[in-house]
């Protein structure tokens, strides 16, 4: 795994500059997105990018990690509604090419979500944040390494960490669909971000222990490419371990 530790502003740009030389490279990519505060800034970064005609998503596919169960996509805090606002609605991306995990309207998408993946070609580039207990997407601590797209009930940690979000701690849904770890490993790369003290001990784990289903992200040890962004804060008790 390689680690790079750097401001947001840097890691943002780094990131989005990434995924615009590859997009433009192949204009026909599979994006793996995410969720949550972290991303915000590399999707303001790809907007940007749009708007100055440097990159264009007019053949982008996408597949995001997860979705909670039982939120409308018209709730405010379904990652439907977050993608849109913060990435599809302001892009040239073909809506219906845009994947989001869900078992809504008996169609249980979910269930023929990583087919789907593969015959789309596969992920290019998966972008990942990471719970401050070790999660990915949301698969939580415990869950077995080869676990495919599926339904979980959210940690009461993760629960916590996410009320934020809403404007009360019982409107946190209990239950999520995430891809699973072996779908975010059949992704041909992958990029986590992490920043502040939230995230340390997570990181920490992800890295300098062995691999562990207690630790979702130290999966990500066995993977050929990598890397990690951190930002100061993030990566203090690694660096303070490694000293
Ligand atoms: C949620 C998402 C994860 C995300 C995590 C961290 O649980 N399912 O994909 O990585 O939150 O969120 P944040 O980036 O807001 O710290």
Redesign the pocket.
Same mark, same amino acid.
């Given at each position: 795994m390689e680690l790079i530790i750097a401001t947001k502003e840097e890691i943002n740009k780094l990131v989005s500059e990434e995924i615009i030389e590859l997009i433009n490279k192949n204009n026909h990519c599979i994006l793996g997105l #995410? !969720? +949550?505060? !972290?991303p915000i800034g590399v999707y303001d970064l790809l907007v940007k990018a749009y708007n100055d005609k440097r990159v264009s998503f007019k053949d982008v596919t996408s597949f995001n /990690?997860?979705e909670y169960v039982g939120l409308e996509e018209t709730h405010n805090q379904s990652y439907r509604y977050f993608m849109n606002s913060h990435l599809f609605d302001h892009v040239d991306i073909n809506i219906d090419n845009t994947h989001i995990p869900s078992n809504k309207d008996d169609s249980n998408n979910y269930k023929i979500y990583d087919e789907k993946i593969k015959n789309a070609g596969g992920i290019d580039i998966q972008l /990942? +944040?990471? +719970?401050s207990n070790g999660?990915i #997407?949301?698969n939580e601590p415990g869950t077995p390494f080869n676990t495919k797209t599926h339904i979980v009930s959210l940690k009461e940690s !993760?629960i916590n960490d996410?009320a934020r979000f809403f404007s009360s701690k019982d409107e946190v849904p209990k239950e999520a669909i995430s891809m699973g770890l072996e779908s975010i490993m059949n992704a041909k790369r992958v990029v986590l971000i992490a920043y502040g003290k939230n995230k340390q001990e997570a990181i920490y784990k992800m890295m300098a222990l062995e691999p562990s289903e207690d630790l979702p992200a130290s999966i990500l040890q066995n993977h050929p490419n990598v890397t990690i962004y951190c930002d100061e804060e993030a990566s203090e008790l690694l660096v303070n371990n490694l000293k």
């Open positions: #995410a !969720t +949550g505060s !972290t /990690l997860d /990942l +944040g990471i +719970g999660h #997407a949301f !993760t996410n």
